[in-house]
């Protein structure tokens, strides 16, 4: 069963740095749009990033842009997502998802088949 693992999460200051990863168990991303999206409490959950099945074009929500990058190594089979220059704000459960085959990148949740179970990101003032 293909199954996203994320990991990476943890408690940083404000304006460091995070890097996420997220491994397909039970497949693979290769061939598939892949994206991350995060959930503060309270909160609806929130595009952060997607890249397309090729990873040549990427997208990023606009309170990540800049600071947020997404990237893959196919030889790992694991998909990152480099997160600089934290603020508070950045708060939330980051969750990674695999979408469909041969698409491009997408905001919308609904075009992911595949979600991980989430890793808690929490930034301090």
């Known amino acids: 069963q293909v199954q996203p693992v994320e990991s990476g999460g943890g408690l940083v200051q404000a304006g460091g740095s995070l890097r996420l990863s997220c491994v397909i168990s039970g497949g693979t991303f290769s061939r598939y749009a892949m994206g991350w999206f995060r959930q503060a409490p309270g909160m609806e959950r929130e595009f952060v990033a997607s890249?397309?099945?090729?990873?040549?074009?990427?997208l990023y929500g606009d309170s990540v842009k800049g600071r947020f990058t997404i990237s893959s190594d196919n030889a790992k089979n694991t998909l990152y997502l480099q997160m600089n220059t934290l603020t508070p704000e950045d708060t939330a459960v980051y969750y990674c998802?695999?979408?469909?085959?041969?698409?491009?990148?997408?905001?919308?949740?609904?075009?992911?088949?595949?979600w991980g179970q989430g890793t808690q990101v929490t930034v301090s003032a």
């Open positions: 998802a695999r979408g469909r085959a041969y698409s491009s990148g997408s905001s919308d949740p609904g075009l992911y088949d595949y």
């Open positions: 890249r397309d099945w090729t990873g040549g074009t990427t």
